[in-house]
């Protein structure tokens, strides 16, 4: 636990217009992937805008290792189909939250920093870093790359777990 940053609590909501891999639907699932860490949602039988609200969570040892996100079609007799991927960086996120460290009286729903879609990230949608409740988070609305349509929403938390390094200790170039 001496190399953990802290842990990353990763809500993946929901899917929107994903992929058709079976006859007339997909029965998708999402992975996320980072280093060595692999977890992956519960599958959604017959449907191309699921609901998952699932909550998966990665332990950060490195920020600069980008998560990736992956979206399949679970099939019984066959591999499974991917329906797509997405690269999630979470620096600018880190940065907001060393930022906000001091901000204990910020209003709810204050946001630390905005996103801009671009062609160096996967976002289809400004996202924002947002103060609620003590707690800072990030709604994401990532646009699948390597298929012809579909997205994923997820909200990014940082959790504080005690006997880690912490962000303060870490020495990231700020974004």
Known sequence: MEDTLGLLRVRVRR????????TVSSDPYVVLIMGHQKLKTRVVKNNCNPEWNDELTLSINDPNVPIILTVYDK?????????GNAEIDIKP????????????NLPNGC???RIQPGRTNCLADE????????KITQDM???????????????LEWIEIPGCKGLESEGMVQV
Do not use: P
């Not at 996202?127 to 003590?134: E, F, K, M, Y």
């Open 15 to 22: 899917g929107i217009n994903l992929a058709i891999r079976d």
């Open 127 to 134: 996202s924002s870093i947002v103060w609620n409740d003590g």
């Open 93 to 104: 996120y880190i940065a907001a939250l060393k930022m906000g460290k001091g901000l204990q």
């Open 111 to 113: 946001a630390l920093k």
């Open 141 to 155: 609305h990532l646009r699948l790359k390597n298929v012809e349509c579909g997205e994923v929403l997820i909200q």
């Open 75 to 83: 099939d019984t007799f066959t591999v499974d189909d991917q329906m």
